[in-house]
């Protein structure tokens, strides 16, 4: 599986913003999709996974304003952002994990700035 992941751009605090994941191939919806983010200076981190099976996990700082979700018709995640604040800037990067195999996509940025 490819990724290519999108969306990303300049927003106000406060604003919302939704990540697209793009994949490639025919075994999608086996995969359990995710995203992590990096910011300048900061080690990559763990923003949310939504399983095979629909189950979701979220880091602890985004729960409640970030909802990540999947279309399998369509081979594609989303990461709805909102109610974004400025410690939210960050490349996002996708990723597509299944057994051993660990795909990751390249990284959109966004920037939350007033």
């Known amino acids: 599986v490819q990724l290519q992941a999108s969306g990303g751009g300049l927003v106000q605090p406060g604003d919302s913003l939704r990540l697209s994941c793009a994949a490639s191939?025919?075994?999608?919806?086996?995969?359990?999709m995710g995203w992590f983010r990096q910011a300048p200076g900061k080690e990559r981190e763990f923003v949310a996974v939504?399983?095979?099976?629909?189950?979701?996990i979220y880091e602890d700082t985004v729960k409640g304003h970030f909802t990540i979700s999947r279309d399998n018709a369509k081979n594609t995640c989303y990461l709805q952002t909102d109610t974004l604040k400025p410690e939210d800037s960050a490349v996002y990067y996708c990723?597509?994990?299944?057994?051993?195999?660990?795909?990751w996509g390249q990284g959109t940025l966004f920037t939350v700035s007033s």
């Open positions: 191939g025919r075994t999608f919806s086996r995969f359990n």
């Open positions: 990723y597509a994990q299944l057994d051993g195999t660990l795909r």
């Open positions: 939504i399983t095979n099976d629909g189950t979701t």
